[in-house]
């Protein structure tokens, strides 16, 4: 008898459809979430074909580290719509905190499933049936969306395909000693013959889990010809300082222009360093259509030849930086921009749009130096005021303090008060303790503080202090947190003193949070009486502490009175000192990169209170205090910008005629 049809399926089931094929035909961008919508066309990213390619055949593991803009979004719906439609099999998506599962939920996952049939299909035309941190049944297959704290749920379940976002940030978060890479990858040993892994992440710091994972990978270079004379060479986002390749920038006299004039691309351009010519955007397309990827161990020769042996590596992985996005997402001009206006934050001591910069665009990892502060320079550092007068440069006063209460109910506040000069030149006039809260109110904020000499100005009251809310946070019994709380409510009509909280995951600077939410849901934790609605109106900032101990690590070390510094008081007590350096920035025995305690029998409060004063600082904007020498170099440099700049011609290939003379043409 001949079998039929659905039988000879059955026995030998149609070829599933390639990945990069289906995707031609059938995979839509959300209009919500992507600049260009529609029907996707990889002529957008070439370089994302390769890993398109690989994905579509399991067993199989792809670590993606990408700069903003950098497909990495698009990369992880393709997948999963793939999945969906073609090869369903239980899936789990990995981010790196429920707030970030229920944003990626809401702005990526559901515009995806509605925006394709097939997958709206499947979750029932209705896309709030999607579920954060418990299994979405899709008919033929189960989908798992959680967050890094919370992969030890899948303890239970077994995967075929693990997908993480944002791997980055898993260190920062990840408060215990699992993996959650690990933990995944046990839940899918029953399927090792056809899983697949996609991990993809913009870079964080050097050696941590994600850069572990794409180096020890075939860690992939973007090589492209040179459509100029035809050689090839590995792209780089990398601007040249001797000005010869790469990314070029016009200079006068050696020194940067303003960042505002780089941004209309007339200053900048990109060099090929085999011929030394100046590609316009449209030449960089061009490159950038033809290039391929060559993995650790081998290199390309400018014949396009490769050469060397492939490293060895139990996953592939690949690197994408901003020269090889579509010039409508990364002109070199805006990119240029950016980079001199970091180098113009860096010479303020200011690194956070460098690193951006590295992270962002270069898709490098920032590599963290392990740092003490030294305490032997400190001496140095004192001025010739005592303690209590402000410098007759000062503007602004804020205070740090830094409340504790043992078991014998025996209390003790560290307090610090800091003037603010010009350029992020700051004093440190006054440091002391306090047996109550109160009687550090009277000190720092009850009175003003004389100046050093007269300036014909009234005498300086503080502008704003924090208080740390956060020791002991999980012994309330003792009444650690509500009296803090207490304090700041009872002044909270003059908005000087803020309760805060150190966290060690924020990416900004400051989160605020309104206090009668968080007194509610502790109450609620720990059965106490309810008194939340008394801090109505009140707002808990949670600092990110590490990026204001790089701060004061920074101005600590500075040379005395440059910008972006500190000097302390004549009458410095030693035992400030050998607190504010009682900490290294490095990893500790665990592996986690972070601030650390050097000596456990040393306290820290003269850092901590450092660190309060310094974020006080920020929140009163005193990064905006600038002194008239840098005006007039601001004013001079935007002078400049309607002055002709006299630069070397560009040899250029003839245009006009040939098979693509713009990059619009696709």
């Not at 046990?186 to 889990?209: C, F, H």
């Not at 951006?356 to 590599?367: G, I």
């Not at 109550?436 to 004389?450: D, H, I, K, N, Y």
């Not at 040899?651 to 043409?665: A, E, I, V």
Request: include cysteine; charged fraction near 30%.
């Amino acid at each position: 008898m001949p079998i039929t049809e659905l039988e000879r399926n059955i026995l030998n089931p149609p070829p599933k459809p390639p990945m990069l094929e289906w995707a031609r035909e059938n995979f839509c961008l959300p209009a919500k979430t992507s600049k260009i919508s529609g029907q996707w066309n990889d002529e957008y990213t070439p370089f994302i074909r390769r890993p398109m390619q690989l994905l579509e055949r399991p067993p199989v593991s792809v670590w993606i580290s990408a700069c903003t803009q950098g497909v990495k979004t698009t990369l992880v719906q393709l997948l999963l719509a793939y999945i969906c439609a073609i090869d369903p099999g239980p899936t789990g998506i990995v981010m790196p905190q429920e707030g970030d599962a229920k944003k990626r939920i809401r702005t990526k996952i559901r515009p995806l499933f509605a925006a394709n049939p097939v997958l709206y299909e499947k979750i029932g035309r209705d896309v709030r049936n999607l579920n954060i941190g418990e299994e979405t049944d899709l008919g033929d297959m189960l989908l798992y969306l959680i967050w890094a704290t919370s992969a030890a749920k899948l303890a239970d379940s077994t995967i075929q395909n693990m997908i993480y976002d944002e791997v980055g940030k898993f260190d920062i978060i990840t408060t215990t000693d699992e993996d959650p890479i690990e933990l995944g990858r046990n839940r899918q040993r029953t399927y090792s013959a056809i899983m697949r892994e996609l991990g993809v992440s913009s870079p964080q710091n050097a050696g941590d889990l994600f850069d572990s994972q794409v180096r020890s990978g075939s860690d992939e270079q973007w090589y492209v010809p040179c459509m100029l004379c035809g050689r090839w060479h590995k792209l780089q986002t990398y601007v040249d300082p001797k000005g010869e390749q790469y990314i070029v920038l016009d200079t006068e006299g050696g020194q940067y222009y303003h960042h505002s004039r780089y941004k209309s691309g007339k200053h900048s351009r990109y060099v090929c360093p085999q011929c030394k010519q100046g590609w316009s955007e449209a030449d960089r397309w061009r490159s950038n259509k033809e290039g391929l990827w060559v993995p650790k161990g081998q290199e390309m020769d400018p014949n396009g030849k490769i050469i060397g042996e492939p490293g060895e590596a139990d996953k592939f992985s690949f690197n994408v930086h901003a020269m090889m996005l579509w010039p409508e997402f990364a002109k070199v001009g805006s990119l240029a921009a950016q980079y001199v206006e970091a180098d113009e934050d860096l010479r303020k001591g200011k690194k956070k749009k460098l690193k951006n910069w590295q992270l962002n665009q270069r898709n490098l990892p920032w590599k963290e130096e392990v740092r003490v502060i030294s305490g032997h320079a400190l001496d140095e550092k004192k001025n010739d005021l005592p303690a209590g007068v402000v410098p007759v440069t000062a503007k602004l006063l804020t205070a740090g303090a830094d409340f504790h209460k043992d078991a014998m109910g025996n209390i003790r506040v560290d307090y610090i008060v800091k003037a603010w000069s010009d350029d992020l030149r700051s004093d440190d006039i006054l440091f002391g303790h306090a047996a109550s809260l109160e009687e550090m109110f009277r000190v720092t904020t009850s009175q003003s503080f004389p100046w050093a000499q007269d300036c014909g100005r009234p005498e300086l009251m503080l502008a704003c202090g924090f208080v740390d809310s956060g020791y002991q946070p999980d012994q309330r019994a003792r009444g650690v947190i509500d009296e803090v709380y207490k304090f700041c409510k009872n002044y909270w009509r003059l908005r000087i003193w803020y309760p805060i909280r150190g966290r060690s995951d924020l990416v900004e600077r400051f989160y605020s949070r309104p206090l009668d939410k968080v007194v509610e849901a502790a109450e609620k934790r720990h059965y106490r009486g309810r008194m939340a609605s008394q801090y109505r109106g009140m707002e808990l900032i949670d600092l990110a502490v590490d990026q204001f101990k790089d701060l004061v690590a920074d101005w600590a070390e500075a040379p005395f009175d440059a910008p972006a510094s500190t000097r302390y008081n004549r009458e410095m007590p030693p035992e400030f000192f050998k607190e504010l350096t009682n900490e290294y920035k490095g990893r500790n025995d665990k592996g986690q990169w972070g601030w650390w305690v050097k000596d456990d029998g040393l306290g820290t409060h003269g850092l901590d209170v450092s660190v309060y004063a310094t974020a006080a600082g920020y929140f009163k904007n005193v990064d905006s205090f600038v002194s008239e020498a840098e005006l007039q170099r601001i004013e001079q440099a935007m002078a400049e910008r309607t002055q002709p700049v006299r630069r070397a011609p560009v040899r250029r290939r003839p245009t006009g005629g040939g098979w693509l003379d713009g990059y619009r043409k696709l």
